[in-house]
């Protein structure tokens, strides 16, 4: 009897033990089902500190890229008909202004004019005579008149050959370099043929383009640093010479600086250069913190807040203001901007501000 007490006790302790080993497992897999569902909402966002695109005023120096031009550049057009039978330049030869470069075969209008001016003389001297003539009523009125008309007549024609003769004289409208010649000796030239370009770079011309912000600092006149990148030890003097009143379609102003050509140094129209300009004003310019680029500030790349969500832009920077980069494109003021917590986003996840 008693060894079945004791067997019935033994059970009834396994069995205690037992039950105490399942309760304190089922509340080990709550535990451990509770912190996944923690872990798993935590995965769920990734926390962020924000910063807003915004305006900031600097006054400070700016520069900006731009492109060479000719401060005079003309194409030289044909007006009349014919063969080239004299041609007086070559690419790259200088010329003044109203020297003949070409000459177009002109025997027929010479022999035109010269046939014309002897007829004028004799009906000039004919007309003398119906005068004198009719004052003693030799001739009628009407009579003289047609002499007068004919001469008046002779004298238009002669007006015209001279201009026909004088066209075939192709002369230089300015002075510069010839480039692009497109004739040579032979050639056949028929009215608005290009003959070819005359170029002067004896002054010359930097073309930049400035954001709205910027141009307002510039004025007409105003001294500018120029340097091209063929020569960057050098600088040279410029100044302001036309700011267009109308943005281009990427709303920036195009802004033609002017200066001598060195003859030390020459610059060549097309070449790219650098003005730095003094800004006289406060410069405006919308900027974030150099920390909110997700890598280097040069690939242009910020996280921007959608929602509850991270969006990738690429964006266009310009200088850098201590701390701030100037957004030249790709971001609006009042955007938001991820500054902390990129490490662990990618394009489209979710996210939590964090106050």
């Known amino acids: 009897m008693k060894k079945i007490l004791k067997i019935i006790a033994a059970v009834v302790v396994v069995a205690a033990i037992a039950y105490g080993i399942s309760l304190q497992l089922s509340k080990n897999k709550e535990t451990m089902t509770e912190e996944i569902g923690l872990a798993r909402t935590r995965n769920a966002f990734v926390p962020v500190r924000v910063a807003e695109a915004g305006k900031t005023s600097f006054k400070k120096d700016f520069a900006v890229n731009g492109t060479f031009q000719p401060s005079k550049e003309v194409t030289l057009i044909s007006d009349v008909n014919g063969r080239i039978t004299s041609l007086k330049f070559d690419d790259g030869t200088y010329v003044n202004a109203g020297s003949v470069l070409l000459t177009v075969d002109n025997e027929l209008i010479r022999n035109e004019l010269e046939l014309t001016e002897i007829n004028l003389g004799k009906a000039e001297k004919d007309l003398q005579r119906l005068g004198n003539l009719l004052k003693e009523s030799g001739v009628t009125e009407m009579q003289y008149e047609e002499a007068k008309l004919g001469v008046d007549n002779l004298k238009v024609k002669l007006k015209s050959l001279k201009k026909q003769l004088n066209d075939t004289y192709i002369k ?175 394009d489209g996840a979710t996210i939590k501000i964090l106050q």
Do not use: C, W
């Open 172 to 346: 230089a409208p300015i002075s510069g370099t010839i480039a692009n010649s497109r004739v040579e000796t032979g050639t056949y030239l028929a009215p608005g043929s290009p003959v070819a370009n005359i170029v002067n770079v004896s002054t010359i011309y930097l073309n930049v383009y400035l954001t709205e912000e910027q141009v307002i600092a510039v004025s007409k006149g105003q001294q500018v640093e120029v340097s091209a990148d063929v020569y960057p030890e050098r600088k040279y003097n410029g100044k302001v010479h036309y700011i267009n009143i109308k943005a281009d379609d990427t709303k920036r102003f195009m802004v033609e600086i002017e200066l001598n050509n060195p003859s030390g140094s020459p610059l060549k129209a097309g070449m790219n250069g650098k003005a730095r300009f003094v800004a006289k004003e406060k410069v405006a310019a919308l900027t974030i913190p150099r920390e909110a680029f997700a890598g280097s500030v040069r690939d242009g790349q910020v996280f921007v807040v959608k929602g509850d969500k991270a969006e990738l832009r690429k964006v266009e920077t310009g200088d850098t203001f201590e701390n701030q980069v100037e957004i030249i494109a790709g971001l609006s003021e009042g955007e938001q901007v991820v500054l902390t917590g990129q490490v662990n986003l990618t």
